[in-house]
């Protein structure tokens, strides 16, 4: 099943996606694909009201309207840094024996069309395509990886962009290079496990201004969907809507002899497997 969220900033609905692109409005039955709904069984509902035919029934909403992040605002926002090898030799740094965690700010979360704000003093604008994970059901101590899976609301496209000065060259953590306003364009689905084949892998991709940047899969995950999840719920209690970034894959601006930036103008589009595939323009901050 694939969730979106329909409308204006602020006036997202919610809705299921039909095969034909068809968007039918669930608000009649849930206000919001938020931690509530989630932690209620809200998708195992959608599932069984559409395998019974009642979500078809339903009125639909334009397809030409905005498409919000697919889901409510997370309560965390936890990224996996250097979590595919490559990566972390393109960076300069060692492949980590430990899952290497970072938070962002929850309010950098944006639609996947929506304009990305270059920040005040920026010089170094990055882009990271990721796999996100949507959390389902409450993690806590979890007994073992296999623990996860049953966790899991579903997966969605996340572009982690990144602000280099601030993250590396300004001192302190990350998060201040990582949290700026819109630095996390979101979707456009939350995809339900069900309909992703995790087997072979799942392929990763980002352009800027149409010229590939980034290729991967996440076969290629120094640290695992199920690993990451357990691992964090031994530090910190996940709850349902909680979004978990797991990492970028090679092809970052960071990586270049010569980085070519993000810059005012450019748009970056980005897509995984039976996820979908964003864009986003970047415009300087007002």
Not at 221 to 234: E, T
Request: charged content about 20%; aromatic content about 8%; hydrophobic content about 40%.
């Amino acid at each position: 099943m694939k969730l979106i969220r329909v409308g204006a900033v602020g006036a997202e609905v919610p809705a299921v996606l039909g095969p034909a692109g068809e968007r039918y409005d669930v608000s009649s039955i849930t206000p919001d694909f938020d931690s509530a709904f989630l932690a209620g069984g809200g998708i195992a509902d959608l599932q069984r009201l559409w395998a019974a035919g009642d979500i078809q029934a339903l009125p639909t909403l334009p397809d030409d309207a905005r498409l919000g992040a697919p889901i409510a605002r997370p309560g965390h926002l936890v990224c996996a840094g250097l979590n595919y090898a490559d990566h972390a030799a393109e960076s300069g740094m060692a492949i980590p024996e430990e899952p290497l965690l970072f938070t962002k700010a929850p309010n950098t979360v944006i639609g996947p069309t929506d304009d990305v704000h270059i920040p005040r003093g920026a010089t170094k604008v990055d882009y990271e395509v990721e796999l996100g994970i949507v959390i389902g059901a409450t993690c806590r101590y979890l007994e073992s990886p296999a623990d996860a899976w049953s966790r899991i609301a579903g997966f969605v496209v996340s572009n982690d962009v990144s602000e280099r000065s601030f993250q590396l060259d300004r001192g302190g953590q990350w998060m201040k290079g990582k949290s700026a306003e819109t630095f996390n364009p979101l979707g456009p689905w939350l995809v339900t496990p069900d309909e992703l084949d995790f087997g072979a892998g799942l392929d990763l991709w980002l352009d800027v201004d149409g010229v590939r940047r980034q290729t991967g899969s996440t076969s290629a995950l120094i640290f695992g969907v199920d690993v990451l999840v357990h691992y964090i719920s031994q530090f910190l209690v996940l709850d349902p809507g909680d979004l978990i970034n797991t990492g970028t894959p090679p092809g970052v601006a960071m990586g270049m002899a010569e980085p070519a930036w993000v810059q005012p103008g450019q748009v970056v589009t980005a897509g995984i497997t039976g996820l979908g595939e964003q864009r986003s323009r970047f415009v300087s901050a007002p």
